[in-house]
């Protein structure tokens, strides 16, 4: 388990990369990757959405963001998300196609 300081500095870090670096979405996908370790669902959805607002052809945050949708139950939004992910990843990640197929088949309650 993180200290407070060490979380704290992690998200000072993170913020301020998120405002200023080259590669500002995936400073913003790190800022929901440490929402979600904290347990934060909210806060991490809205964290990928600004990621994928600054970088809508990039599959990762669609692929997290399904994955945070299915532990919140909603499991329409999360397939959405999923099958944008899996379509961007185009066979590259074959991850992200069992995670689409794992949650289509979530959704269908196979």
């Known amino acids: 388990p ?3 300081e060490v979380r704290r500095a992690l998200w000072t870090s ?3 990369a998120s405002q200023s670096a080259e590669d500002r979405h995936n400073a913003i996908y790190h800022c929901a990757v440490l929402a ?6 909210a806060e991490s959805e809205r964290y990928l959405r600004r990621a994928i607002a600054q970088a809508p052809s990039w599959y990762k945050p669609y692929w997290t963001l399904a994955q945070v949708l299915v532990v919140q139950n909603r499991l329409e939004d999360a397939l959405q ?3 944008r992910a899996a379509y961007l990843a185009d066979g590259r990640h074959p991850e992200v196609t069992a ?7 979530l959704a269908a309650g196979e």
């Open 14 to 16: 993170a913020i301020e």
């Open 2 to 4: 993180q200290g407070p």
């Open 81 to 83: 998300a999923a099958n």
């Open 99 to 105: 995670a689409a197929e794992g949650i289509r088949k």
């Open 36 to 41: 979600a370790s904290e347990g934060n669902a």
